[in-house]
């Protein structure tokens, strides 16, 4: 058996044979355009590919991104700052061995030169999947993949709170007649009122969401507009006549970013100083018959904490569980030693080639060789 070689080359790997890579069990698949979308530069981010070869066969591959500060360009606008919380994190944004290729250790040493790279970029703390840009899944589905926990709990990561996909149907809800406006919860925080959001909402909602929710969702809401998505698919909560205090959304996000799924619910947020009086379950309410009014047959979402109260509320509104995914983190700034092999498994080389191996040149898109 041929020696395994690590790459740390952006370009050693078309988006296509990195797709390929994912069609196993225990993986989530990633198509190529999904692939080229998660392996774009983006403000604020530094990406890097390792990829593992035999000669000139791809073997597998760990894509991670590290934040970094932003970049002044003379004559260009000035890149935006990591958003709080987020500077010195890493993210391994996907990862995955050929399935004909597991059991050899390859993606133990991917890990670990992951791990070293992400150290090398000045990264302090590095999260499995979960990037806030975007991400292919939230976590590790042990049920399907249970190996790479394992392997992940001997490299020393720990395991956080699970993050539930869920869904339900549609059929027994009542399809929403007319328009929100002018709907008021006396009994509500302030007088909340429930609005469908309009072009003279857009820049207060964002600039709230940003603020007091989620700087990425507030990303999701420019992309949204700016792509000419409807509006009606925004409800707003307002405190009486008041500012903005939450939102809820549907069809504005999706595997391709041009066309989202308008089944998908989220995001959706109240901020903290209106939470308590019931409006997050209205506007989850008011969506999920605003989706049934449109025909839609089904709801889901991708992520919501166990044991949380947001996983309350879905439940009491007939949501059950769609997949569990087991998050996990590990810090970085006390370096620890490889992960440990489990019995059998060998250890591929980290390095170029040496003088006279085979090694692997750019190769026109197409499936691995």
């Known amino acids: 058996m041929s020696p395994v070689w690590l790459r740390r080359d952006p370009e050693a790997a078309t988006a296509v044979q990195l ?9 989530a698949v990633i198509g190529p355009e999904h692939m080229r979308r998660l392996l774009a530069p983006a403000p604020g981010e530094e990406q890097h590919l390792l990829t593992a070869w035999e000669g000139d066969l791809l073997l597998g591959h760990a894509h991670l991104t590290t934040s970094r500060p932003a970049v002044e360009v003379e004559g260009a606008p000035r ?21 004909d290729h597991r059991g ?4 133990r040493q991917l890990l670990a030169a992951a791990l070293g790279t992400a150290r090398d970029a000045g990264a302090r703390r590095l999260e499995i999947a979960a990037r806030p840009r975007s991400y ?14 394992r392997l992940l709990a001997r490299a020393g990561f720990s395991r956080g709170a699970d993050a539930l996909a869920m869904h339900r ?9 007319g328009s929100t406006r002018g709907r008021a919860d006396v009994t509500g925080h302030d007088a909340a009122r429930i609005d469908r959001c309009t072009a003279a909402d ?6 709230t969401t940003r603020r007091d929710l989620a700087p990425a969702w507030g990303e999701v809401l420019r992309a949204h507009a700016d792509r000419g998505g409807p509006l009606h698919r925004i409800l707003l909560a307002r405190a009486g006549s008041g500012p903005i205090v939450g939102f809820a959304g549907h069809g504005l996000v999706g595997v391709d970013p041009a066309f989202p799924d308008p089944t998908r619910f989220g995001p959706f947020g109240v901020a903290a100083s209106a939470r308590g009086a019931g409006i997050g379950a209205r506007l989850l309410d008011a969506t999920l018959q605003a989706m049934a009014g449109e025909g839609l047959a089904h709801v889901w979402f991708q992520w919501t904490g166990r ?4 996983e309350r509320l879905y439940r009491s509104r007939g949501f059950t569980e769609l997949r569990t995914f087991a998050r996990y983190t590990t810090d970085l700034e006390d370096e620890r030693p490889p992960p440990a092999s489990e019995p059998g498994d060998p250890t591929c080389r980290a390095g170029p080639p040496p003088d ?9 898109e197409g499936p691995p060789r």
């Open 19 to 27: 797709s390929a890579l994912t069609r196993g069990p225990g993986t």
């Open 79 to 99: 890149e935006p700052e990591p958003a709080a919380g987020l500077d010195g994190m890493a993210w391994l944004v996907s990862a995955a061995v050929d399935p």
């Open 104 to 107: 050899r250790g390859i993606g």
């Open 136 to 149: 292919v899944v939230p976590g590790i589905d042990l049920a399907a993949d249970p190996r790479t926990g």
């Open 169 to 177: 149907t549609l059929h027994d809800l009542p399809a929403l007649g």
């Open 202 to 207: 857009l820049d207060e909602l964002i600039t």
């Open 307 to 310: 044991g949380t109260p947001a």
């Open 356 to 364: 006279g191996a085979a090694r692997p040149g750019r190769q026109e």
